[in-house]
Structure formats: C-alpha cells, structure tokens
C-alpha cells in the first residue's frame, strides 16, 4: 500500500515536517516562507490525503475541490477564520487547529502590549535613538500607571484567562464579556456596554466571526474613556482600523497596541503615522517553544487522522 501524501503549503519552523517523515508520509513540503499562491497550492493538494497549512492560506470549495483525496486540513494556528469550516464539514474534511500550546506565548505578547502603549515605550525608544534626547526630565513621556486601574477582556477563552491571570501582578482588577459567563472565572462578567465604558485597558481576546468583525467601531470607540488603552492580539477585523485612527488622532482613547490588522499585511497608513498605537508584526505565538509545539500539534493530528485515529484538536465533526 503506498504512503499517505501530505502537503504542507510553506515553510514551517523546527521540527518543521520530520514528525510527517517519521510517520512514513510522502511529504510534499512547500519549503518556502512566503504564502501559498491559490494556484499553487491547488496544485500542491491534487493528490493529497491531508494539508498542513497556516493562516496565510485560504482554504475554501475551490481548494477542497482540487484536493478530491484530502482527509485532514490541520491548520497550524488556533484561530481558523481562513478556513471554511463548513465546506469542509460538507466534504467530509477533518479540520483541526493548535489551541492551548500557544496560550502563554500570546497572553505574554499581550502583556508586552499593554506595558508598552501604558509606558510608552516606542516613543522612548525612538527618542533614545534619533540623538535628541535630552537627559532625564521629570515630565518626560509620562504614561499609565497599572495598579489599581481595571482590565477589560472581550473573549474569556484560554488566551483571555491567561491574561486576566497576569493581571494579578499588576494589581489590576478584571472584567469581562463573553458569549456566556464562564463558570468559576475570577473575574467579573458585565455586558458589552459596561465593558467599553469601564475598561481603562480593553483587551481583545475573541475569534474573527461575522459577529465579532468591527465590534470596536465609531461608537463603541466613543463610548471608551479617553484615557482608555485598546489592545488587539486576537484577530484585525475585530477593529474597524479606520475609526480606530480617527480616535486615536482625535483623543477619543489615548492609546492602542496592535499585533494584527484588517488586511495583513497591509497597516492602515494613519497607524503608521501615530505615536499613540504601539504596532507589531503577528508575533503572539512568536516563541520558539510555542512554535514548536504548534508545528508538532498540527503534525499529531495530521497522524492520527490519517492512521484513522481522532484528531487530537477537532475543529469540527468530520464524519
Ligand atoms: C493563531 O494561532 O491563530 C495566531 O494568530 C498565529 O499564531
């Protein structure tokens, strides 16, 4: 009986594909670090019993249909809006993400945010590096003290409880909005509303849904103190990035920290030019060990599904 094939659509850290030869899969391995192209990865899945792919690709109808043979689509991310989840519902296709392996590495990127817009940090750091910084002055860059303030989250799942645990620290109290209440949480459940008007630091923690696409726009903007730090980590259509400059500019908040955008990798170009938004490249999982274990995960179910066990992290109900 010949080997499974496996395509993997770009280049992925180590151990990059050994779990898949280990497994004694034939490994179509796109070994380049730049998004698939639809053609090409059309192309690469024509003869394919599974996918390893990432969030730079759109995996759709017209992908699954010129994968006739795929089984598994291990996505190597937790979030998986790039996915059709139902299309591949309807084709029988087990999709499969990376939960939990990244919690740490992101709610600490998200740390990294909200210290950094609160202290200021990029203007300091550009100041100390232009020449013209002056020496110490006591009312230089002053920022957001931490203690005492309230921490907002909108998404309590495993990311948001491992930055609400962080909080502690700080010294900062916590709530929340979910879709439910989440039993046993330390934090405290409000409405959206309450949430907004709170929140000296809001935190964005929730999937890229339909639902959730512009849920911090014009008015939930206005009815943010102008004081308020806005933090995404989680998905850019959560933001509509072009009312979040008009705030940004207008001092309608006071700051905000971004690791993801709308149209990646295109950044609204008024971001660009404001002083008040702290703007990283996607690097909430950007830690070897996170990576690490991301790549192996997707791997894992990549095995298991095409050994005919059950995928270790299930996106939906293949079968
Ligand atoms: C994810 O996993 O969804 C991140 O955005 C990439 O690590």
């Known amino acids: ?50 996918l390893l792919c990432l969030l730079s690709e759109r995996i759709d109808g017209a992908l699954l249909a010129a994968g006739p043979r795929l089984r598994i689509v291990a996505n190597m991310a937790v979030g998986y809006d790039n996915v059709d989840v139902d299309a591949c519902t309807a084709r029988g296709v087990q999709v499969t993400n990376t939960p939990d392996v990244l919690t740490d590495a992101t709610a600490d990127l998200t740390w990294a945010l909200i210290l950094a817009v609160a202290r200021r940090i ?35 799942g495993k990311i948001g409880a491992a930055v609400a645990r962080r909080a502690v620290g700080f010294g900062m109290a916590v709530i929340y909005h979910n879709r439910r209440p989440v039993p046993d949480s330390p934090a ?22 339909p639902e959730t696409r512009h849920t911090i726009d014009a008015a939930a903007l206005a009815a943010m103190k102008p004081t308020a730090l806005l933090i995404n980590t989680a998905r850019g259509p959560l933001v509509d990035e072009a009312a979040l400059v ?40 950007a830690t070897r060990e996170a990576r690490a274990a991301m790549v192996q995960l997707a791997c894992d179910n990549l095995v298991a599904v095409l050994g005919g066990a059950a995928p270790l992290t299930p996106v939906n109900r293949a079968g």
């Not at 280049?11 to 990059?16: G, H, K, L």
């Not at 405290?188 to 849904?209: F, H, I, K, W």
């Not at 920290?257 to 490249?281: K, M, Q, R, S, T």
Request: aromatic letters at 4%; one cysteine or more.
């Open 188 to 209: 405290q459940y409000v409405g959206r509303d309450e949430l907004l008007r709170r929140a000296d630091v809001l935190v964005l923690n929730a999937p890229s849904t």
């Open 246 to 285: 008009d705030a940004l500019r207008a001092g309608g908040i006071a700051g905000a920290g971004l690791d993801v955008y709308e149209a990646e990798p295109v950044i609204h170009p008024g971001l660009l030019e404001l002083d008040n938004a702290v703007l990283l490249p996607h690097l909430g999982s």
């Open 1 to 50: 009986m010949s080997s499974p094939i496996v395509a993997v659509s770009r280049q992925i850290p180590a151990p990059s594909v050994e779990p898949l030869t280990q497994a004694g899969f034939d490994v179509r391995y796109r070994d380049v670090d730049s998004p698939c192209p639809p053609e090409e990865l059309r192309a690469l899945v024509a003869e394919a019993d599974g």
């Open 122 to 156: 990029g203007e300091g750091e550009r100041l100390a590096r232009t020449g013209r910084w002056a020496g110490w002055r006591p009312g230089e860059l002053l920022g957001m003290g931490l203690d005492g303030k309230t921490l907002g989250i909108f998404g309590m």
